[in-house]
């Protein structure tokens, strides 16, 4: 019996991915740069064990949803493909956030379980094979195995072997934060997947979207390595307002914001025309992130408490990359 435990931090894209190349292998149409979170976190316990019939998954102390845990069967089939075994395992899995809340639970969430099953079934693939194969379970992952900033490269081959990620800045670089605005509505309707699959074959702006993507990658790289945070924010803010454009235009039309959403962004607009200056940006659910100082983050959080229908605003720093714990 193998039994290995990892955890993992969530990631904000500043610069999006919204698109695959390839659906089988999971490989992204464009790049993407995100930072990784200190506190939105995933725990992960696996343990291949011979007297299962079949995988187990707990998720937060309850055992999962049917969907949640055949999705995590055929990523340990990948694993027990690579580690030549036929075990099946008891995967426990704790969140510190909400799992369906739309904060990005894939990525830390296939991140932990990769380093974690990997150990557990005696494997190192070493970071490049833990991003290839976390990518499997999710386009976002590879990046939450890395810590602070950090850029996801989609690579050209087939194969997928050259879509890679690497660490642009460690966690103590620079001292941003990023502001987790939760509100109220907390069921994604259509997931990531499904919403991307959706944009490439319906969207007549899709090209476009991509075409830009890269420049857009360029631009956040060169803002970090310059601390460059206003370039930063606006390459931040033009991704995110890019990729949700591009979901509204697919047919039927996407959607993610709610009218709190909408009303967080009018709020950091006039705040930043005030001189408290923060960039937002959006994934797929009505949260707003707002990337800023450090300075300014206690201040900004105490304005965007006061929009109606905001119920939390978690303040979170760059933090590390995914861990083994035991
Ligand atoms: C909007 O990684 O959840 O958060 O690869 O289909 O699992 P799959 O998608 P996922 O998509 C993340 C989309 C996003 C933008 C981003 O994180 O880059």
């Not at 803002?223 to 931040?236: E, H, N, P, T, Y």
Request: aromatic share 6%; charged share 25%.
């Amino acid at each position: 019996m193998g039994s290995s435990m990892a955890r993992a931090c969530a990631n904000i894209a500043l610069v999006k991915y919204w698109g695959k190349r390839d659906r089988n292998l999971n490989l992204p149409a464009g790049g993407s740069v995100s930072i990784t979170l200190s506190s939105l976190q995933t725990t992960t316990r696996v343990t291949f064990d011979d007297g299962l019939r079949r995988d187990e998954m707990v998720l937060d102390g309850e055992p999962a949803a049917e969907g949640v845990r055949s999705r995590t069967g055929r990523f340990l089939d990948l694993v027990r493909t690579a580690a030549g075994t036929h075990r099946f395992a008891l995967v426990e899995s704790h969140n510190s956030f909400p799992t369906a809340s739309g904060l990005a639970s894939s990525a830390s969430g296939f991140a932990a379980l990769a380093l974690a099953a990997c150990r557990a079934a005696g494997m190192d693939p070493g970071w490049d094979g833990l991003a290839q194969l976390a990518r499997r379970g999710s386009g976002s992952a590879p990046r939450s195995l890395l810590g602070g900033f950090v850029e996801l490269m989609p690579g050209e081959s087939p194969d997928g072997s050259d879509c890679l990620v690497r660490q642009v800045a460690d966690p103590d670089y620079w001292d941003l934060r990023l502001l987790v605005v939760i509100n109220g509505q907390s069921e994604k309707e259509v997931g990531s997947t499904e919403g991307m699959e959706l944009t490439r074959l319906t969207s007549p702006f899709y090209g476009e979207w991509l075409r830009s993507g890269s420049a857009d990658v360029d631009a956040a790289l060169n803002a970090i390595v310059r601390r460059d945070f206003r370039s930063l924010g606006q390459v931040a803010e033009t991704s995110c307002f890019r990729m949700h454009a591009v979901a509204l235009s697919a047919s039927p039309p996407l959607l993610y914001w709610n009218a709190v959403t909408v009303d967080a962004i009018h709020k950091v607009r006039a705040l930043r025309k005030k001189g408290l200056e923060g960039y937002v940006t959006i994934d797929a659910g009505p949260h707003v992130k707002v990337l800023c100082r450090a300075s300014d983050s206690e201040d900004l959080a105490r304005e965007i408490r006061e929009v109606p229908g905001v119920e939390r605003v978690v303040i979170e720093r760059p933090g590390p990359g995914a861990e083994v714990i035991e």
